[in-house]
């Protein structure tokens, strides 16, 4: 049973959640170049050495905004015993999309700048952030070759590789398009003419 948190402690996490949400909302307004520490402070009510508290830079702020767990949607997809692997693939593509557009497009293009230089995750340090991706992927092709729906052959690696630089190509076209291309509501056309026919000669019957 986790220990229930002392009242210091959940003031702090408000005081953090405040930092963050404003920065979100800074963010969708302005973009990150026009918005400053003060700035942000001003809107979350808090001093600027709280900022400092819980951040050392700007950046860290959209660091911790863009903690999306694409690890639990794996483990959730693995759940869903209901469903053939194409549909658990397609509801993984379309929801990994769908999480970075809620995040704002301004989110999505700073936390793309601050992933080009791959940095630890701060729970896990020994993966960069896109290591930590494609081991969640990973995750749900080795459940499926467990329980019997791929063939032991295989290639988990490369397929993981193909279907992550397929997501993050639409998750950068969507920035370049200024939004015009939207990468979720193309994922089902990627699966019924791009991977169902790629993963046809390793399905089980």
Not at 7 to 32: H, M, P, W, Y
Not at 113 to 119: A, C, H, T, Y
Not at 121 to 129: D, G, R, S
Request: charged fraction near 30%; aromatic fraction near 12%.
């Amino acid at each position: 049973m986790s220990e229930k948190l002392t009242k210091r402690q959940q003031d702090a996490l408000e005081t953090k959640k405040k930092i963050v949400n404003a920065a979100k909302k800074l963010l969708s307004q302005k973009g990150f170049d026009e918005i400053s520490i003060s700035e942000i402070t001003k809107e979350a009510k808090v001093s600027t050495g709280s900022f400092y508290t819980y951040f050392k830079k700007k950046e860290d702020v959209i660091s911790e905004l863009n903690k999306l767990d694409f690890y639990i949607l794996a483990q959730t997809v693995i759940k869903m015993k209901d469903k053939t692997l194409i549909e658990r693939l397609e509801y993984y593509c379309e929801n990994f999309l769908l999480a970075i557009e809620r995040a704002g497009i301004e989110t999505c293009r700073q936390w793309t700048r601050n992933n080009i230089k791959p940095l630890p995750m701060p729970e896990e340090p020994q993966f960069t952030k896109y290591q930590y991706d494609n081991k969640a992927l990973y995750s749900v092709f080795a459940d499926a070759v467990k329980h019997g729906e791929l063939s032991e052959y295989f290639p988990i690696e490369d397929f993981t590789v193909q279907i992550n630089a397929h997501l993050y190509g639409l998750m950068t076209i969507w920035c370049m398009s200024d939004s015009k291309v939207i990468g979720s509501g193309r994922i089902k056309s990627y699966i019924s003419d791009f991977l169902t026919p790629a993963l046809t000669t390793y399905l089980k019957k």
